[in-house]
């Protein structure tokens, strides 16, 4: 997963390596206690991790499963998607939110983000339920498909949560549950006006998945997810889905999946858990230093956007560029690692050529795909490192601000809350 580097002094967009050596020790002593015990599959170690990161979460329960992508899958089918339902989402994200409510016998249908925060826009959510959709004996219907609607999944994109406060106004409104795709988002913090508190990532909707993959805040040493809930059945549920749909060995109530989390990777995510929340504050301390360092070299690129409801965790650290590609290439002979995430919205991609959508469906994605840029972001990165990429930045787009103030004034309405 780390990026090889030929310039002797090069920036990795993501270091795994040093995380893994710095924890050596604590992480073979839990790969040595599965060997010393065979428990390889459930047991203890699998228990242990999903009774702590439900307790990181604020939620009652956490089903450990096999990825992020089967989280999902498990969410939709327990919360009660029936197949052919429409669940609405967005189509800047990654592919894995749509795949999971194919696989679940839904049919995804896209709402346009918000431009500053790149997640879920309550007023184009609003819109959509308002004039693409109907009400048919009493179910509401989607004109575009003539299907009933009956979830909605916000991506918490990038580490920082949608504004869930609304999307759960609307949601309770038109009688539609609410799944967070929270793969991104461990540890980020929403403040919710309604419930006059700060809330965790996946502890407002009635289901949240989580991702651990390698390269996410909190990440295993290979495939893994979770998923979320406060309801005591539907942990059963996805507890039953996850395990070929038996709550009692050979009994098999439904036909389930084998989306079981192995107890090694179990394990190691327990142990790695105690180290997130200093790992978020430093990638939260490194994304402070890059907006002041970028604000003060009045660098041309547009800078994300926390609003006063968020504490974003950081997963990827995204500006925007007018001349994205010459960035990326002039930061690559610098040595310097990049990503975007992503560059195609998904109702443009292949895959997705049958749903019929078109360009110019979702202008908002469309524009953030063409200029989005992820810029080395995790928490051992050095400032000395963060310094030099912003140099680099600086370098190629000029010290001008022209573009910056130009977006300022573009976005200046888009936030309603901060
Ligand atoms: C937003 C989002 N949703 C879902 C997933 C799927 O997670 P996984 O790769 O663990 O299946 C990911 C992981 O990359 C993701 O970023």
């Not at 050596?21 to 206690?33: A, G, H, I, M, P």
């Not at 991506?155 to 999307?167: E, N």
Request: a neutral charge; glycine letters at 8%.
């Amino acid at each position: 997963m780390s990026v090889s580097h030929t310039l002797p002094n090069s920036i990795p967009f993501l270091d795994l390596v040093t995380p893994h050596v710095e924890l050596e020790q604590e992480l073979t002593d839990v790969f040595r206690q599965a060997l010393h015990t065979a428990g390889f599959i459930g047991g203890p170690m699998v228990e242990e991790f999903e009774k702590a990161f439900a307790a990181f979460c604020n939620t009652s329960h956490s089903i450990a499963v096999s990825s992020g992508t089967d989280a999902l899958r498990f969410a939709i089918m327990a919360c009660g998607v029936e197949p052919g339902d429409v669940v609405i989402t967005v189509p800047h994200t990654f592919i894995a939110t749509t795949e999971a409510i194919s696989q679940a016998g839904a049919l995804p249908e896209f709402v346009d983000v918000d431009e500053r925060t790149y997640n879920m826009s309550p007023e184009k959510l609003q819109e959509f339920l308002e004039k693409n959709c109907t009400r048919k004996d009493g179910k509401l219907i989607s004109r575009r498909s003539g299907r009933k609607v009956s979830a909605v999944i916000p991506v918490h994109l990038y580490g920082q949560m949608a504004d869930m406060d609304a999307i759960l106004r609307l949601a309770q409104q038109y009688g539609l549950i609410v799944i967070e795709d929270a793969c991104q988002a461990h540890g980020a913090e929403y403040f919710s006006k309604k419930l006059n508190r700060w809330m965790k990532a996946g502890s407002m909707g009635r289901a949240a998945a989580f991702s651990f993959y390698p390269g996410k805040n909190l990440g295993a040493c290979g495939e893994a997810g979770a998923v979320t809930v406060n309801d005591a059945s539907l942990a059963d549920k996805i507890k039953m889905l996850r395990d070929h749909g038996q709550a009692r060995k050979y009994y098999h109530d439904v036909e389930g999946y084998n989306g079981r989390l192995d107890a090694i990777q179990a394990g190691l995510l327990r142990a790695k858990l105690g180290h997130l929340p200093r790992w978020n504050t430093q990638r939260r301390k490194h994304a402070a230093e890059y907006n002041r360092l970028f604000e003060s070299t009045g660098t041309a690129v547009c800078q994300p956007h926390e609003p006063s409801w968020s504490r974003a965790v950081y997963h990827l650290y995204v500006v925007r560029a007018q001349d994205r590609e010459g960035l990326m290439n002039h930061l690559k002979k610098a040595g310097i690692g990049t990503g975007i995430h992503y560059p195609i919205p998904l109702h443009l991609q292949k895959a997705y050529a049958h749903l019929d959508y078109k360009q110019g469906d979702f202008p908002v994605a469309e524009k953030a795909a063409a200029e989005i840029v992820s810029l080395p972001m995790f928490p051992q990165l050095t400032e000395e490192q963060l310094h030099r990429v912003v140099e680099e930045v600086a370098v190629f787009t000029g010290g001008t601000r022209k573009h910056i103030e130009t977006e300022k004034v573009a976005f200046a309405t888009a936030d309603r809350r901060a």
